[in-house]
């Protein structure tokens, strides 16, 4: 729990509130909500499928984005990476969020 909220805060170095929360962790999290989505639609659970596939993740979700928007403006390298950083995040995270 302190991981994450360090990440909430923007602790971390970027490069692992990206590649770990947002991609590694953020990715797992989508999968499985999403497969849950599929197995609740085929058991003719429509608002359960609804609840889990986009109400359940989305609060990770925007902890993993404003961590790492926070964690880059840390970042002490090129301002480009943490540019793309907060974008690729937020693109990311919206597109797991909403497909």
């Not at 197995?39 to 609804?50: H, T, V």
Request: charged letters at 10%; zero cysteines.
């Amino acid at each position: 729990m302190t991981k994450l909220r360090s990440l909430w805060l923007g602790d971390l170095p970027l490069g692992e509130a990206f590649w770990t929360w947002v991609i590694g962790i953020g990715l797992l999290v989508n999968l499985t909500t999403s497969a849950l989505f599929l197995a609740l639609l085929a058991a003719d659970q429509p608002w359960a499928a609804l609840f889990v596939g986009y109400v359940l993740p989305a609060p990770y979700n925007v902890v993993a984005v404003v961590g790492v928007w926070r964690s880059a403006a840390r970042y002490k390298g090129d301002g480009g990476h943490a540019d793309l950083a907060r974008i690729a995040s937020a693109i990311v995270m919206l597109l797991l969020t909403v497909t």
